[in-house]
């Protein structure tokens, strides 16, 4: 069979490749994306000390530093059974927000903007940030770096540094916020609130003004009904930093709300050998392959689900987006992929107006930061949105403190077999039938990946399990035509 | 022979009147503490029965103008031994001050700090036995920094500093690190292959041995005929002297093993240095066996007066261990799943 | 003048390098307007085979950020050394294998299959670890495999140039980009981006050197004085033995540092001069003393080697870098099987 591969994929954290093999009549028979990369944080943090843990996990990815230290930091928490005083939760929320803010602004106009700002059919040596400067000009790209810079000082302010900051502890945060440092992050966050609202205008001019790309998120090439998974508080609306977890399915009603430590009776990971990436999936339902639809145990963890499980969003500017949207869109849950683009774009400005909430917050300046833990260390479970979707550490240490089994299930992870099943989707959709294959048309098939922002240095820390090898093979509208199960106790391949 | 007129009363009420001093003339000069000190084993001018002497003597330039009164390192061996119970290395001590304010200055050698790379990170001051370091601001390149400076009053050239600063700021005149690498690499010793590599008949040991811990030369002298091969000695001033790099580094080349002799806790000539060289050697143990290194290839031995001649016993002891946990299971290269 | 010619890649890496140099903010504009980048996977959609397609020495500069863990990243090491005029190994897991080489201690092989038991959420079956083929009903798929080690882009490539960090700060990597634009570059061998001295340099935190500890404590134990040195409040910090150029960033977070800058210039085991400035503050005098403030220094070659175990002298006793770079076990028999 004729074969095409992309590789490597760009313009997303991590490595990854597509392969799509051709059948004879010049359709796609089936198209595979693997992760090429592999470091073994799981097994390495073991006999790491637990508190070091927000500081070494954060290194699984640059671009989501804080997600993983704030989860390695809330499960370090509950290691220890300590609980930190209120102003420490509300300084890691508000870091945390200004985080979430800065990358999904990274993400949108670095990562996956080129191929709405500049189109997919663009020269790609112009399909960059660099190329969106070039044709919106230098005072958008100026805007837009300065969000970028904004947000990336918050981090600095509060933890030293963007890229690996230095917050965390079990117990609090190290550092207190002084008068002058809440008048900076109140600037900030007015600062923060507006380029959400300018974000979203664009959004409207450039994206739902083209028709072309208003065809292509209404369209079916990159349409998938899965259940969605989302953090949100007691108000079951969206909170990065905090809350319950929240299920619900392809139709909207709510499967589980349940708190992080009982993950595992939710949620399973299954194993491939031709990727390093594992696929979870819901236990409720099961594994039925890599399939959508009600029955299938996949769902989705992104800024689209995250929006599909949230009874609104709690600052008033982004509840308006919100409504905004799914009037739009014309139904909640929304399943159309590169609608998460907007739904991004919506946390944006929720993420910058609850950063000028917790910044006008009088209480900020509490020195009260921080509690030492007393209890003996023993296993906890953190929880926290990063940016492309639920993240979860749990750890189980000895009487020291020293981890001695650790289990990692990160944001893109879960979404791994969603991407499997959306690049071939694209992939069998728009390919095909005597069609020239151009590199705008292999673009549009990266672009089935851009949409869930993924970060494959983070769905490829871990280490697999022992799986028995399933291969499903599909027609283009759907249908099984074949399973083939590996079994190695028998020998040979089925 | 002396003459009368070198006689100055008024040194000893100095010497006495200084605190340490007090106890000069209590001094029966019964040679207790010559017999004993260490300083002598390699200065035989070393002598201090007569420092106290003369001092007693009030022949005030004869000793202020002596390099001897410097030599003393206040090991303090002396001190439990001296039967009038006199703290000699005190009353040395308050003779240097004396100097000091009279403008003698010490011959050295000593410690000396690089202005350029020195951080004023204040490690090496907490290291010195003798506090003879301490941070102060100094004008380099037109920039005023604050980095440590030597007081060439207090230091004794032990060494301790050079192996603690971890910038490599700090050296010696004698006993530096390229002198001690290269005498680590004499002969080409470190470029065979060793046992553990399949390519020796032995393990093949490196010492390091304080020189204060080898009690005399007819000692010294049978260390160095076991010379060879699959022994290769390097003599420090001090097991405080002793740098883990220098350890690895012979232990990645043709080294099997690594020996480190220094004092026992108590007896060590520099105060303080034989505690770190065993503090270091046991945390670089720690390291080595968290990575799954075969174990016993780096060991610190105690030597000391009643342990004379036990080194060449403790060598092949090392040596007979590295061979039994080699024949044994063969480590994994990387420890059990469940491990730390 | 013809613009220089950039490329930056991405080998096992975490990303923060190419955060860090999106972090120039409008300084990028500015190097845009001398410099074309012509490869840089995190941000652009060139592809191998346009990299396979320039001629030898094409690229004025790579900037190679992320550790050598698998055949395609020794494989793509080659092919931008062949490509390169000047590779510079960016970022503290080229340079020194970072954080990722702590997987030195017990190995690729505990990774991908000793951790089967301890991961909670996997589903049982038999065992199937990833292998470097696999037979799919249309065709073969690959994989990259795992070597033995983790290994530093020198380590397996000639580099002119290191620039420390995790990430390195971004105005040092102005620094560095200003060398290279105005071709001032110090001698090859050198570290660019980089401050002279150590951590303590750029410190502001109090320390007379009068003060040594007979317990060490950590970061969560104590809340500690903002105005002392770490050490001498029993904290284990990295700053004497790191190279200045971040700023004590960490430091100002009220955070000891960690060492990601790597050693001071020409040291070469991070972790012995950490050990020694470490011991150097330790009160007592007897064994007993001894083994008392060692029982409170948990996980030693995780605290001292954390950034630089790859190319430290410590990971060059357990295995010699002929060894480090062949497959892991655990990959190799499938290999063979395929």
Redesign the interface.
Same mark, same amino acid.
Request: glycine share 10%; aromatic share 4%; proline share 4%.
């Given at each position: 069979m004729k074969r095409i591969t992309i590789d490597p994929v760009t313009r997303l954290e991590g490595h990854g490749k597509i392969t799509i093999f051709m059948d004879d009549q010049g359709d796609v028979a089936n198209a595979y994306f693997q992760v090429p990369e592999f470091r073994g944080f799981e097994s390495f943090c073991e006999g790491r000390p637990v508190e070091e843990m927000a500081r070494i996990t954060q290194r699984i990815c640059g671009v989501c530093p804080m997600a993983h230290h704030m989860a390695a930091t809330k499960a370090a928490d509950a290691v220890y059974g300590v609980e930190p005083p209120p102003n420490a939760h509300r300084i890691r929320e508000l870091a945390y927000d200004a985080f979430v803010s800065g990358d999904h602004a990274t993400h949108f106009f670095v990562l996956s903007g080129p191929d709405f700002i500049l189109g997919p059919d663009t020269d790609p040596a112009q399909r960059n940030i660099l190329g969106i400067v070039n044709k919106l000009g230098v005072r958008l790209g100026q805007r837009v770096l300065r969000h970028l810079s904004e947000t990336h000082e918050v981090l600095s302010m509060l933890g030293g540094r963007f890229v690996h900051p230095v917050m965390g502890l079990p117990g609090g945060v190290a550092k207190a916020v002084t008068p002058e440092m809440q008048r900076r992050l109140i600037e900030i966050g007015e600062s923060m609130v507006e380029f959400g609202q300018f974000s979203l205008e664009l959004w409207r001019d450039l994206v739902l003004g083209n028709d072309e790309f208003r065809d292509m998120i209404m369209g079916d090439a990159y349409l998938h009904r899965t259940h969605s998974i989302g953090l949100v508080d007691a108000n079951k609306q969206l909170n990065f930093y905090d809350g319950k977890v929240r299920i619900v399915d392809v139709e909207g009603n709510e499967v589980a709300c349940y708190p992080p430590h009982e993950y595992l009776e939710h949620v399973a990971e299954r194993v491939e050998p031709w990727t390093y990436v594992k696929f979870p999936y819901l236990k409720h339902f099961g594994w039925q392959g890599l399939t959508d639809g009600m029955e299938s145990g996949v769902y989705r963890s992104t800024p689209l689900s995250r929006l599909n499980v949230s009874e609104g969003l709690a600052t008033p500017l982004a509840q308006e987006a919100y409504e905004e949207f799914y009037a739009y869109m014309g139904a909640k849950p929304v399943h159309a992929t590169l609608a998460t683009h907007w739904a991004r774009l919506i946390e944006m400005l929720y993420a910058g107006e609850r950063v000028l909430e917790l910044a006008r917050d009088e209480a900020l300046t509490d020195p009260n930061i921080r509690v030492i833990p007393t209890e003996t260390p023993r296993e906890g479970v953190g929880i926290v949105e990063a940016p492309r979707g639920l993240l979860t550490h749990h750890y189980v240490t000895d009487e020291q403190g020293l981890l001695t089994r650790v289990n990692l299930i990160v944001g893109t992870t879960n979404n791994h077999a969603a991407i499997c099943m959306s690049i071939k989707k694209a992939a069998q959709t728009l390919i095909g039938g005597g069609k020239e294959i151009t590199q705008g048309l292999l673009d549009r098939v990266e672009m089935a990946f851009r949409a869930y922002d993924p970060c494959f240095g983070c769905a490829t820390h871990a280490a697999p399990g022992e799986m028995d090898l399933e291969v499903s093979v599909y027609d283009p509208s759907g249908e099984l035509l074949a399973q083939l199960r590996r079994d190695p106790s028998a020998g040979g391949e089925g | 022979m002396i003459r009368s007129g070198e006689f100055d009363g008024n040194f000893v009420q100095d010497v006495m009147a200084e605190p340490g001093g007090e106890h000069l003339l209590d001094c029966w000069s019964c040679g207790t503490c010559a017999a004993t000190c260490l300083v002598r084993r390699f200065d035989p001018a070393f002598n201090p029965r007569l420092i106290l002497r003369k001092a007693g003597l009030g022949l005030r330039e004869a000793v202020l103008s002596s390099r001897e009164i410097w030599q003393c390192s206040a090991c303090d061996a002396c001190y439990p031994r001296c039967p009038k119970e006199i703290h000699i290395s005190e009353v040395m001590q308050a003779i240097r001050t004396i100097a000091i304010r009279e403008g003698y200055e010490p011959p050295g050698p000593f410690a000396s700090v690089d202005e350029?790379?020195? %951080? #004023?990170?204040? =490690?090496? *001051? /907490?290291?010195c036995p003798y506090e003879a370091? +301490?941070?102060g601001p100094v004008m380099v390149n037109g920039d005023e920094?604050v980095i440590a400076q030597v007081d060439k009053n207090l230091c004794m050239h032990c060494g =301790?500093c050079v +192996?603690?600063?971890?910038?490599?700021a700090m050296s010696l005149e004698e006993f530096n690190d390229q002198e001690i690498l290269s005498r680590m690499g004499s002969g080409g010793w470190l470029e065979q292959p060793g046992y553990l590599q399949g390519a020796a008949d032995a393990p093949r040991i490196l010492a390091f041995v304080c020189q204060w811990s080898i009690r005399s030369d007819a000692e010294w002298a049978a260390l160095e005929a076991l010379e060879s091969e699959r022994l290769h000695l390097v003599n420090l001033p001090c097991s405080g002297r002793v740098?883990? +790099?220098m350890i690895? !580094?012979a !232990?990645?080349q043709g080294a099997d093993g690594v020996l480190v002799a220094g004092c026992h806790?108590?007896e060590c000539h520099y105060k /303080?240095g034989t505690?770190?060289g /065993? #503090?270091?050697v +046991?945390?670089?143990d *720690?390291? !080595?066996n968290?990575?799954?290194?075969h174990p016993g290839r780096v060991r610190f031995v105690e030597l000391g007066a009643l342990t004379r001649s036990a080194l060449p016993a403790l060598l092949d002891q090392m040596a007979n261990e590295i061979v039994t946990a080699s024949t044994a299971a063969a480590p994994a290269?990387? %420890?059990a799943?469940?491990?730390? | 003048m013809e613009k220089l010619k950039l490329a930056v890649y991405w080998a096992s890496s975490c990303g923060g390098c190419d955060i860090a140099i999106v972090e120039l903010g409008e300084r990028l504009l500015e190097l845009a307007q001398v410099a074309d980048i012509v490869f840089w996977p995190a941000a652009m959609d060139f592809k191998y085979t346009d990299v396979e397609a320039m001629p030898d020495k094409h690229i004025d500069v790579t900037l190679f950020n992320g550790g050598i863990r698998t055949d395609e990243d020794a494989h793509i090491a080659h092919l931008l050394r062949t490509k390169t005029k000047v590779l510079v190994a960016f970022g503290s897991c080229a340079m020194e294998g970072c954080i990722p080489g702590l997987s030195n201690i017990k190995g690729p092989d505990h990774a991908l299959q000793g951790a089967a038991w301890t991961s909670p959420s996997v589903d049982n079956g038999a065992q199937v670890l990833q292998q470097g083929h696999f037979a799919m009903p249309e065709g073969d798929l690959t994989l990259p495999v795992l070597s033995k080690q983790l290994r530093t882009l020198s380590q397996v490539v000639p580099v002119e140039y290191s620039i420390p960090g995790c990430p390195p700060h971004h105005d040092q990597i102005w620094k560095a980009m200003t060398a290279v634009i105005e071709n001032k570059l110090p001698e090859v061998g050198s570290l660019l981006g980089v401050d002279d001295r150590t951590v303590c340099d750029q410190c502001p935190r109090e320390r007379e050197g009068k003060i040594r500890v007979d317990r060490f404590v950590r970061p969560h134990e104590i809340i500690p004085d903002p105005e002392i040195c770490f050490l001498e409040q029993g904290l284990i910090c990295a700053g004497p033995a790191t190279h200045a150029g971040c700023g004590a960033l960490c430091i100002h977070a009220e955070m000891p540092c960690r060492g990601c800058y790597g050693p001071p210039a020409g040291v070469v085991d991070q972790g012995a001069a950490m050990l020694d400035a470490i011991v150097a503050g330790f009160e007592g005098e007897s064994d007993a003393d001894i083994r008392q403030v060692l029982s409170t220094i948990v996980d030693p070659v995780g605290t001292l080697y954390r950034f630089s175990l790859g190319a430290s002298v410590l990971h060059q006793i357990k295995m010699g870098l002929a060894e480090s770079g062949q497959v892991c076990d655990s990959q190799r028999n499938g290999e063979d099987a395929s």
């Open positions: - | 350029v790379i020195c %951080s #004023g990170c204040a =490690v090496c *001051t /907490r290291s370091l +301490a941070r920094r =301790v +192996a603690a600063c971890p910038s490599g740098d883990p +790099a690895l !580094l !232990l990645s806790e108590g /303080r505690y770190l /065993r #503090g270091k +046991a945390l670089l *720690t390291v !080595l968290q990575m799954s290194i290269m990387f %420890s799943a469940d491990g730390a | -």
